[in-house]
């Protein structure tokens, strides 16, 4: 029998503990940090950062991104003005660090003029119809549904599951889907698991977790792990 996506969670959460996604920079602070513990309301400015870094986060690791977020802080782009006030050059400079510098700019001016289209706030902005929220999002330049599922749930608090290729890799492993499409792996998980943008937040940061801990792309290490037991592939080891 499949392990039940809730069982599985819980697995994770005995494992690896509270994740504290997706992290932000505090007040005063220079870089993002993670807040095991601590994931009440974002203010607005640390709303409008998780909505960068998920577009920053693209085809890079979150080291660079943190840089990349470090200079913008720097450099006092701290509001939807700064990044809007910014010429193309200059913002490219800035993210440089996170890669596609000069496509990732043009992403983010597109993001910064379309929130400012609708309101300039990204909490009242996310708080509204889900659907179409995701719909908007997914219309706008170089956001894709990852990018998307990630600024509704971590910048908008939404109950919209984020997968990427770790999920996948794990699900696959566990027995829940082959060769699953990003909706068909997420549509799986989302028909079984409460609608709960919490569970939601803290399940994809211990699906990362666990996939660069163990359930690594080569040579897994499934001795010892907290979902042998349960695991299709793993038990058959
Ligand atoms: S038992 Fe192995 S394959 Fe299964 S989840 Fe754990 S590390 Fe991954």
Request: charged share 25%; net charge positive; hydrophobic share 35%.
């Amino acid at each position: 029998m499949l392990p039940a996506p809730l069982a599985v969670y819980r697995r994770l959460l005995e494992a690896y503990g509270a994740q504290g996604w997706w992290p932000v920079t505090p007040s005063g602070g220079r870089r993002p940090r993670y807040r095991p513990g601590g994931c009440g309301r974002l203010a607005e400015r640390q709303r409008l950062e998780v909505c960068l870094g998920a577009i920053l986060t693209q085809n890079t690791s979150w080291g660079n991104v943190e840089k990349a977020l470090a200079r913008l802080h720097e450099a006092g782009v701290r509001d939807l003005e700064g990044v809007l006030a910014q010429p193309a050059r200059r913002l490219q400079g800035l993210i440089r660090p996170s890669g596609y510098f000069r496509q990732k700019a043009k992403k983010l001016k597109a993001f910064a003029r379309h929130l400012a289209g609708c309101g300039g706030k990204v909490g009242p902005w996310l708080g509204g119809d889900l659907r179409q929220r995701r719909e908007e999002l997914l219309g706008l330049y170089g956001v894709g549904p990852e990018t998307a599922d990630s600024i509704l749930l971590y910048a908008g608090g939404r109950p919209s599951f984020v997968v990427d290729a770790y999920t996948l890799r794990i699900g696959a492993r566990l027995g829940w889907f082959r060769k699953a499409s990003y909706h068909q792996a997420q549509s799986y998980l989302t028909r079984r698991l409460p609608e709960d943008a919490g569970l939601y937040n803290e399940f994809h940061a211990l699906f990362v977790e666990h996939a660069k801990a163990r359930c690594r792309k080569a040579a897994p290490l499934c001795q010892g792990c907290p979902l042998r037991e349960v695991c299709r592939y793993g038990g058959a080891r």
